[in-house]
């Protein structure tokens, strides 16, 4: 998998980063993450900047608490979120086949591919839905076909699977014909 962890950079994401960053950890760092798997965490204040990229090397490698250490440290980078250059540098690295490579993408150009077996998944953390209005709106529109929303009090995260339809039919094929074979 390929997990892009869009952090809102805002002062308003300031006052209920301690609770985001602990259902991160706990679900998603913790639970979800698994050898081989590469992380890109990206800061989206009034530009987006990636501050982490790693790759799972195995449960005892320290680091998911590596991860853990980075989104405990992450402060506001403005009073805004640049979450759709975020998004549109997350969906050009999808396209692409290069998560390795989102340093090249904010500043401007990727190269490079991966695998296309692989799953790519973006979760956007960010004090409203306000903050998601522009990216919703923007380039990485298309992203947001396979989505899901869960919201807490003061916060929500936004979790999208892009390009995950084809793996979807994909797999329903292949079951469909596995039924017919029986």
Same mark, same amino acid.
């Not at 950890?25 to 698994?34: A, E, F, Q, S, Y």
């Not at 590596?66 to 989104?71: G, H, P, T, W």
């Not at 329903?172 to 596995?178: D, E, I």
């Given at each position: 998998?390929?997990?892009?962890?869009?952090?809102?950079?805002?002062?308003?994401?300031?006052?209920?980063?301690?609770?985001?960053?602990?259902?991160?950890?706990?679900?998603?760092?913790?639970?979800?993450?698994?050898?081989?798997?590469?992380?890109?965490?990206?800061?989206?204040?009034?530009?987006?900047?990636?501050?982490?990229?790693?790759?799972?090397?195995?449960?005892?490698?320290?680091?998911?608490?590596?991860?853990?250490?980075?989104?405990?440290?992450?402060?506001?980078?403005?009073?805004?979120?640049?979450?759709?250059?975020?998004?549109?540098?997350?969906?050009?690295?999808?396209?692409?086949?290069?998560?390795?490579? #989102?340093?090249?993408?904010? @500043? $401007? +150009? /990727?190269?490079?591919? !991966? =695998? *296309? %077996?692989?799953?790519?998944?973006?979760? #956007?953390?960010?004090?409203? @839905? $306000? +903050? /998601?209005?522009?990216? !919703? =709106? *923007? %380039?990485?529109?298309?992203?947001?076909?396979?989505?899901?929303?869960?919201?807490?009090?003061?916060?929500?995260? !936004?979790?999208?699977?892009?390009?995950?339809?084809?793996?979807?039919?994909?797999?329903?094929?292949?079951?469909?014909?596995?039924?017919?074979?029986?």
């Amino acid at each position: 998998m390929d997990l892009y962890l869009v952090i809102d950079g805002s002062g308003a994401f300031q006052s209920s980063k301690t609770d985001a960053i602990a259902w991160i950890n706990d679900r998603v760092v913790d639970r979800l993450l698994m050898e081989g798997d590469r992380v890109n965490i990206l800061l989206a204040g009034d530009r987006a900047e990636l501050v982490y990229s790693g790759v799972i090397s195995d449960s005892d490698s320290g680091e998911k608490e590596v991860i853990k250490d980075k989104l405990s440290t992450l402060a506001a980078t403005g009073k805004s979120a640049d979450f759709s250059r975020a998004l549109s540098t997350v969906s050009f690295a999808i396209a692409n086949g290069d998560a390795g490579g #989102l340093a090249g993408g904010l @500043a $401007g +150009g /990727l190269a490079g591919g !991966l =695998a *296309g %077996d692989r799953i790519s998944y973006t979760m #956007l953390v960010t004090a409203s @839905a $306000g +903050g /998601l209005e522009s990216a !919703l =709106a *923007g %380039d990485a529109q298309g992203l947001f076909r396979w989505f899901r929303t869960e919201k807490y009090e003061q916060w929500q995260v !936004l979790v999208v699977a892009p390009d995950i339809g084809r793996k979807v039919n994909q797999a329903a094929a292949a079951y469909m014909n596995s039924l017919q074979r029986q």
